[in-house]
């Protein structure tokens, strides 16, 4: 029994002096893919204090303590073991706020952040008022996160999209058009292992959006052809660390997407509205658009009326964006989260006459300081 315990002593020692040798020896890890998130690098004492300012030898610890978790050897297999102990052994509802209904991955937002809402739904007044004063249409057209679909179902708590919906009904100025989305989507029109939804099955979404823009195009007869990118993991597959089959990325094209050109105005670039090469990126989704980009104007070269519409939108919009584009000689694209509106008025010329189309996801609208003021 004694040389039991003193083997069992000895292991523990081993491993206890031996993981942390391992991972400083080993090269740092640059980002995490599973994640999707850069990882904590080695740094002296010295140079955090430089990048750091005002940082005392405890905040240096804390430091340290997350970059030896972030360089852990095998880190993201014991995610994945930790996450199925918690959810499957200890019989947790959820792991870090990411849980699992069915085949679905959602994360938990259960309460409704009215300052955060509110102050987003100013900036939106604000732009409006000072830069789009023509005689274009301005929509608003709230996207319900999977939790809407999910959170009830499965037991777990979730504000209502009624109550999301009032506010941003009682805050927007009149001539601002709003459009619920809801009931023009199911649980199956979003990725089971991401937060957005299949641009392929948002076609009756487009539709309504064109229809209260004024266009009487419909998007159902553009005559799309569907290609499709298999085994892909989005976000919530590497953030919930649970097992989950993987989803298809599809996309739509035809000949007027083919043509159409995408002008970056930050990085003076062009490029096409779906970018291949991202399918073999850290977030695949990033084929929509070029993925997180501040500013894009899409030029399309079918359409030569000179109508403009304007889209302000969060990430949901990179994949709607393509099928809003026949009516249009160009869709400017403003991500306000990256760009001020001061800045993107200077950049792009944007017409006071041009259709404004507000389109935000609820947890986007529900998290504070989002959006550059």
């Given at each position: 029994m004694k040389h039991r315990t003193l083997i069992i002593i000895v292991i523990f020692i081993v491993a206890l002096v031996a993981v942390p040798i391992s991972t400083l020896a080993m090269p740092d890890r640059q980002i995490s893919e599973v994640e999707r998130r850069p990882l904590a690098q080695a740094m002296s004492y010295q140079e955090y204090l430089k990048s750091h300012y005002g940082a005392e030898l405890a905040d240096y610890f804390a430091y340290l303590e997350t970059y030896l978790l972030d360089q852990f050897p095998f880190r993201d297999d014991l995610r994945v073991l930790t996450a199925m102990a918690r959810v499957y052994g200890l019989r947790q509802r959820d792991n870090n706020m990411y849980y699992k209904v069915g085949e679905h991955l959602s994360k938990l937002d259960p309460v409704i952040r009215e300052n955060a809402?509110?102050?987003?739904?100013?900036?939106?007044?604000?732009?409006?008022r000072t830069y789009f004063s023509g005689q274009g249409k301005h929509v608003f057209a709230l996207i319900p996160d999977k939790n809407a679909f999910m959170a009830e179902s499965g037991g777990y708590p979730h504000?209502?999209?009624?109550?999301?919906?009032?506010?941003?009904?009682?805050?927007?100025?009149?001539?601002?058009?709003?459009?619920?989305?809801?009931?023009?989507?199911?649980?199956?029109?979003?990725?089971?292992?991401?937060?957005?939804?299949?641009q392929t099955k948002l076609l009756a979404v487009a539709d309504a959006l064109l229809q209260m823009l004024g266009v009487r195009n419909d998007a159902?007869?553009?005559?799309?052809?569907?290609?499709?990118?298999?085994?892909?993991?989005?976000?919530?597959?590497g953030q919930a660390a649970l097992p989950v089959k993987p989803d298809e990325l599809a996309w739509l094209t035809n000949e007027t997407l083919d043509q159409a050109i995408v002008y970056d105005a930050i990085t003076k670039q062009t490029a096409s509205i779906y970018q291949t090469d991202k399918l073999e990126g850290t977030d695949p989704y990033d084929l929509f658009l070029?993925?997180?980009?501040?500013?894009?104007?899409?030029?399309?070269?079918?359409?030569?009326?000179?109508?403009?519409?304007?889209?302000?939108?969060?990430?949901?919009?990179?994949?709607?964006?393509?099928?809003?584009?026949?009516?249009?000689?160009?869709?400017?694209?403003?991500?306000?989260?990256?760009?001020s509106m001061s800045v993107a008025a200077g950049l792009v010329d944007i017409h006071a006459d041009a259709d404004v189309l507000l389109l935000y996801s609820t947890s986007v609208l529900n998290s504070p300081g989002a959006f550059k003021q």
């Open positions: 809402v509110q102050s987003a739904l100013s900036l939106f007044n604000e732009v409006c504000f209502q999209y009624d109550s999301f919906l009032e506010m941003v009904s009682s805050e927007l100025d009149a001539q601002t058009q709003i459009l619920p989305l809801l009931e023009y989507l199911s649980l199956d029109d979003y990725y089971r292992t991401d937060p957005h939804w299949d159902q007869d553009e005559g799309y052809e569907t290609h499709v990118h298999s085994s892909y993991f989005g976000t919530f597959a070029g993925g997180a980009q501040a500013l894009l104007s899409v030029k399309n070269l079918k359409q030569l009326n000179g109508r403009q519409l304007v889209v302000f939108r969060d990430s949901y919009g990179s994949s709607m964006v393509p099928l809003l584009i026949a009516d249009y000689s160009e869709i400017v694209v403003v991500d306000l989260r990256y760009v």
